[in-house]
């Protein structure tokens, strides 16, 4: 236990912090699971949570979601892609819209939020959650809503949002409440502090309130006899970045009164201030996947057209007039048993176009536009699959026949031997057993 | 050497040429019933290598069972020898000397059988059911390789209960396929590794899927100098893709061609799409057979881009398939493959292996370049 608590100093910064707190004990486990390089146990726990999304027959689905995503996340600390988070709380999300019952289920628009928010865009997920009817009646979609507003500074439409839940009747209506007033709170003592903030907007920059900030993200001065000035380059930051940026900017503008930091959602002042709700047919675009490239045009440049044989990177590099040294104890690399032509190399061959990236918005507009297609006759013809593919796909990752299989006969043996069915010993082994 | 169980009856196919006079849909080929087939799924077959003299065919089954066949050249099939896991049985493979045969099971082991002496031992262990098991047969070193869906790939000298080597893999292992010095493992999420076995085995390099579905069946095919050189692999949407390892132009020499699938010219009613279950090729000609969830199997010549034959439709899907030492017999089995989920699955439904003559209708056409 000694070393786990040590585990846990070394790497406090990497753990991400859950709203509801981390159970002490869960997460000494996972770092030293990590640690030891102990994937097994992991695989497993997750391979019987994938076997229970499949093999679930109540009448409550989302429970096992929920507890295979508190699962995911009290076990991966970090976060990351090996946790698969963003993926199964996107495929839950989207799996249920269309379930009515679901709608004011608290675990539900818990989920839904926390997927809004690692949306690039936790404003039109919201939007469409209140178009869908889904959460409208539960408090904790409001709050959440208008803390997003907060955070772009946008007061005003935050209080709405309040208003709007108070108007629908959410529950529970004393939370409501009680963060309604906190906002106005903290809205009262924004206005104060800024309009003091304006009578010493005359003093030196470097001291601005009562304790000396340093001003962020304004250069550095150079102290003593050498002016050299540290460039500063902001790299374009991403809209989360920038968001956070600006985070501050509405909070304290008159502290670094040199600093103009673009604030994208000042710009188009033309919106008028209580948007159009539009019926969104479709969730909107997840969030920013960082690391999957978008299909883009490569350059503008064209090449000209040369013959063929000019296209292809043909001839090879003249061998060298040395004899490159060899060590002893190298062994020539293994070949497989293929003769490569090197002089016919056409190293750009044509490549197939890739299949554009694949939002939950994509999807179900993909799923409409099949419900279209077929009541129409166009022509084309069109597939269908015939094998079990919710089956197979339900969970975050996909489930092959023998696996469906082997979780059956996996639980009907589990099953067997609970009830203790003695009876089979006695059976000469030559007899198979019948499913 | 015992007898299958007693619950099926030998009564069926004994003197081999089956007719039966109902023209039921259980075997439309008219082919060649294999005498006490297993009571459930049959999830892989495997005929004797050259070594060895006659035709032995080994099959693994869902009931936890192998059995072992002798084909005699008259057509007739006589049961030998059975042995169990305990779990199902999900991949078979002999030994290149024909006297040990290899097994692997949900049951998270693999058995080596010495047909001999009628007696097995487990040789390997993994975290998670074993899907495929092959012998390696190299210059400096033998052993056999299991993949498991633990997602780990093993390697056995079947002295040793440790492996000789273990090598990760990115996911669950789903089929593989050895023709040494080649491997090849497809996995879960259209994963796609080559190994190369000289010296020892090492990832040779991981190929981005040709294929749009999840992966099913692979096979290594062999060029005219009997080299390894490429694979076929197949999908659960009704589509093989050829792939040849370094070839000289890739746009070109690699393809895809969809198979098992229903409705082809009417374009009124949707195209039904099924899963490809097994490819084998023909150990002379080169050409191949895939056995699909559609209850058919056909024939395709891969370099002439064309399809050889294809079977009436059985009231079962297809399988698992193989080939001869010679290439003369093929093998395939009917049975419930779980692509529908459990509710289709009858227990009471027989489960068949059927033997056809595939000297003729595997010759390739003639290339058209």
């Given at each position: 236990?000694?070393?786990?608590?040590?585990?846990?100093?070394?790497?406090?910064?990497?753990?991400?912090?859950?709203?509801?707190?981390?159970?002490?004990?869960?997460?000494?486990?996972?770092?030293?699971?990590?640690?030891?390089?102990?994937?097994?146990?992991?695989?497993?726990?997750?391979?019987?949570?994938?076997?229970?999304?499949?093999?679930?027959?109540?009448?409550?689905?989302?429970?096992?979601?929920?507890?295979?995503?508190?699962?995911?996340?009290?076990?991966?600390?970090?976060?990351?892609?090996?946790?698969?988070?963003?993926?199964?709380?996107?495929?839950?999300?989207?799996?249920?819209?269309?379930?009515?019952?679901?709608?004011?289920?608290?675990?539900?628009?818990?989920?839904?939020?926390?997927?809004?928010?690692?949306?690039?865009?936790?404003?039109?997920?919201?939007?469409?959650?209140?178009?869908?009817?889904?959460?409208?009646?539960?408090?904790?979609?409001?709050?959440?809503?208008?803390?997003?507003?907060?955070?772009?500074?946008?007061?005003?439409?935050?209080?709405?949002v309040f208003q709007d839940g108070l108007k629908c009747g959410a529950e529970p209506?004393?939370?409501?409440?009680?963060?309604?007033?906190?906002?106005?709170?903290?809205?009262?003592?924004?206005?104060?502090?800024?309009?003091?903030?304006?009578?010493?907007?005359?003093?030196?920059?470097?001291?601005?309130?009562?304790?000396?900030?340093?001003?962020?993200?304004?250069?550095?001065?150079?102290?003593?006899?050498?002016?050299?000035?540290?460039?500063?380059?902001?790299?374009?930051?991403?809209?989360?970045?920038?968001?956070?940026?600006?985070?501050?900017?509405?909070?304290?503008?008159?502290?670094?009164?040199?600093?103009?930091?673009?604030?994208?959602?000042?710009?188009?002042?033309?919106?008028?201030?209580?948007?159009?709700?539009?019926?969104?047919?479709?969730?909107?675009?997840?969030?920013?996947?960082?690391?999957?490239?978008?299909?883009?045009?490569?350059?503008?440049?064209?090449?000209?057209?040369?013959?063929?044989?000019?296209?292809?990177?043909?001839?090879?590099?003249?061998?060298?007039?040395?004899?490159?040294?060899?060590?002893?104890?190298?062994?020539?690399?293994?070949?497989?048993?293929?003769?490569?032509?090197p002089a016919v190399n056409s190293v750009l061959s044509a490549r197939k176009p890739?299949?554009?990236?694949?939002?939950?918005?994509?999807?179900?507009?993909?799923?409409?536009?099949?419900?279209?297609?077929?009541?129409?006759?166009?022509?084309?013809?069109?597939?269908?699959?015939?094998?079990?593919?919710?089956?197979?796909?339900?969970?975050?990752?996909?489930?092959?026949?023998?696996?469906?299989?082997?979780?059956?006969?996996?639980?009907?043996?589990?099953?067997?031997?609970?009830?203790?069915?003695?009876?089979?010993?006695?059976?000469?082994?030559?007899?198979?057993?019948?499913? | 050497?015992?007898?299958?169980?007693?619950?099926?009856?030998?009564?069926?196919?004994?003197?081999?040429?089956?007719?039966?006079?109902?023209?039921?849909?259980?075997?439309?080929?008219?082919?060649?019933?294999?005498?006490?087939?297993?009571?459930?799924?049959?999830?892989?077959?495997?005929?004797?290598?050259?070594?060895?003299?006659?035709?032995?065919?080994?099959?693994?089954?869902?009931?936890?069972?192998?059995?072992?066949?002798?084909?005699?050249?008259?057509?007739?099939?006589?049961?030998?020898?059975?042995?169990?896991?305990?779990?199902?049985?999900?991949?078979?493979?002999?030994?290149?000397?024909?006297?040990?045969?290899?097994?692997?099971?949900?049951?998270?082991?693999?058995?080596?059988?010495?047909?001999?002496?009628?007696?097995?031992?487990?040789?390997?262990?993994?975290?998670?059911?074993?899907?495929?098991?092959?012998?390696?047969?190299?210059?400096?070193?033998?052993?056999?390789?299991?993949?498991?869906?633990?997602?780990?790939?093993?390697?056995?000298?079947?002295?040793?209960?440790?492996?000789?080597?273990?090598?990760?893999?990115?996911?669950?292992?789903?089929?593989?396929?050895?023709?040494?010095?080649?491997?090849?493992?497809?996995?879960?999420?259209?994963?796609?590794?080559?190994?190369?076995?000289?010296?020892?085995?090492?990832?040779?390099?991981?190929?981005?899927?040709?294929?749009?579905?999840?992966?099913?069946?692979?096979?290594?095919?062999?060029?005219?100098?009997?080299?390894?050189?490429?694979?076929?692999?197949?999908?659960?949407?009704?589509?093989?893709?050829?792939?040849?390892?370094?070839?000289?132009?890739?746009?070109?020499?690699?393809?895809?061609?969809?198979?098992?699938?229903?409705?082809?010219?009417?374009?009124?009613?949707?195209?039904?799409?099924?899963?490809?279950?097994?490819?084998?090729?023909?150990?002379?000609?080169?050409?191949?057979?895939?056995?699909?969830?559609?209850?058919?199997?056909?024939?395709?010549?891969?370099?002439?881009?064309?399809?050889?034959?294809?079977?009436?439709?059985?009231?079962?899907?297809?399988?698992?398939?193989?080939?001869?030492?010679?290439?003369?017999?093929?093998?395939?089995?009917?049975?419930?493959?779980?692509s529908k989920g459990h509710e289709y699955y009858n227990p009471q439904k027989k489960?068949?292996?059927?033997?056809?003559?595939?000297?003729?209708?595997?010759?390739?056409?003639?290339?058209?370049?």
């Amino acid at each position: 236990m000694a070393e786990c608590d040590a585990e846990w100093e070394l790497c406090k910064e990497n753990i991400q912090p859950l709203r509801q707190g981390r159970s002490v004990s869960a997460l000494h486990q996972a770092l030293c699971q990590q640690q030891e390089g102990n994937h097994t146990a992991l695989n497993q726990q997750k391979q019987a949570f994938e076997s229970e999304l499949r093999l679930y027959d109540g009448d409550d689905p989302l429970d096992v979601w929920v507890r295979y995503i508190k699962w995911t996340k009290q076990t991966f600390p970090q976060g990351g892609k090996e946790s698969n988070l963003s993926v199964l709380l996107e495929r839950t999300v989207t799996r249920f819209t269309a379930d009515k019952k679901y709608h004011d289920d608290v675990r539900y628009i818990e989920l839904w939020i926390e997927f809004a928010e690692g949306c690039s865009d936790p404003m039109d997920v919201y939007r469409y959650m209140q178009a869908q009817g889904i959460g409208t009646m539960q408090a904790a979609l409001y709050i959440a809503w208008s803390e997003e507003y907060e955070k772009r500074g946008n007061i005003k439409m935050a209080d709405s949002v309040f208003q709007d839940g108070l108007k629908c009747g959410a529950e529970p209506v004393e939370k409501l409440h009680v963060f309604h007033r906190a906002l106005q709170a903290r809205a009262c003592r924004q206005m104060m502090s800024s309009m003091t903030d304006q009578q010493d907007d005359d003093d030196d920059e470097d001291v601005g309130p009562a304790e000396p900030q340093r001003s962020s993200l304004a250069e550095l001065k150079a102290k003593g006899k050498k002016k050299a000035v540290v460039p500063i380059n902001r790299v374009n930051a991403s809209a989360g970045y920038a968001r956070g940026l600006q985070f501050k900017q509405p909070l304290g503008p008159k502290q670094n009164g040199r600093l103009m930091i673009f604030d994208e959602n000042k710009a188009p002042e033309t919106e008028p201030q209580e948007p159009k709700f539009e019926i969104w047919t479709a969730p909107p675009i997840a969030r920013a996947k960082e690391n999957e490239q978008k299909a883009e045009k490569w350059t503008n440049v064209k090449m000209p057209l040369k013959s063929r044989s000019g296209l292809s990177v043909a001839v090879p590099p003249p061998k060298p007039s040395f004899q490159p040294f060899v060590e002893d104890d190298v062994q020539p690399p293994a070949v497989t048993p293929c003769k490569i032509n090197p002089a016919v190399n056409s190293v750009l061959s044509a490549r197939k176009p890739c299949r554009p990236e694949q939002t939950p918005l994509k999807m179900l507009q993909e799923r409409q536009q099949m419900m279209q297609l077929q009541t129409q006759e166009d022509g084309k013809i069109r597939e269908q699959s015939m094998y079990c593919k919710e089956l197979l796909d339900s969970g975050a990752t996909e489930f092959s026949f023998e696996e469906l299989r082997a979780e059956r006969y996996r639980q009907q043996q589990a099953r067997k031997l609970q009830t203790g069915s003695g009876a089979t010993d006695d059976r000469k082994p030559v007899e198979s057993n019948a499913n | 050497m015992s007898l299958f169980g007693t619950n099926t009856a030998f009564g069926s196919g004994g003197t081999g040429v089956f007719g039966s006079t109902t023209t039921d849909s259980h075997n439309p080929m008219k082919d060649v019933e294999v005498t006490s087939p297993p009571d459930d799924s049959i999830s892989c077959l495997a005929f004797s290598p050259p070594t060895m003299p006659g035709n032995f065919l080994i099959g693994g089954s869902w009931a936890n069972d192998v059995r072992c066949w002798e084909v005699q050249d008259n057509g007739q099939t006589v049961p030998k020898a059975q042995q169990m896991h305990t779990g199902p049985v999900l991949d078979v493979c002999w030994s290149d000397d024909g006297s040990k045969v290899f097994t692997a099971s949900c049951d998270k082991t693999a058995k080596m059988w010495d047909l001999n002496s009628n007696q097995t031992i487990q040789i390997a262990q993994h975290e998670g059911p074993i899907r495929t098991i092959h012998w390696i047969k190299a210059p400096n070193y033998s052993c056999v390789m299991t993949g498991s869906w633990d997602k780990t790939l093993k390697f056995w000298d079947t002295r040793s209960p440790n492996p000789m080597m273990s090598l990760q893999m990115p996911e669950r292992c789903y089929c593989a396929d050895v023709v040494y010095p080649m491997a090849v493992v497809a996995t879960a999420e259209r994963g796609l590794i080559v190994y190369q076995l000289e010296n020892q085995p090492s990832e040779f390099r991981r190929i981005e899927s040709p294929l749009k579905h999840q992966h099913r069946c692979v096979a290594i095919f062999k060029d005219k100098q009997s080299k390894p050189t490429g694979f076929a692999l197949g999908s659960i949407e009704g589509r093989v893709a050829i792939h040849y390892i370094n070839p000289p132009n890739p746009a070109k020499d690699n393809f895809t061609f969809k198979c098992h699938r229903s409705n082809g010219t009417n374009t009124a009613t949707p195209q039904d799409i099924y899963a490809v279950n097994a490819i084998s090729f023909h150990p002379v000609h080169g050409t191949l057979a895939t056995v699909g969830s559609d209850g058919r199997f056909s024939f395709w010549d891969k370099d002439a881009r064309t399809k050889l034959k294809t079977s009436e439709q059985l009231d079962q899907p297809i399988t698992a398939c193989c080939f001869n030492s010679n290439g003369n017999i093929f093998a395939y089995a009917s049975s419930y493959d779980w692509s529908k989920g459990h509710e289709y699955y009858n227990p009471q439904k027989k489960n068949y292996i059927f033997l056809r003559n595939a000297a003729e209708e595997l010759k390739p056409r003639n290339k058209k370049w």
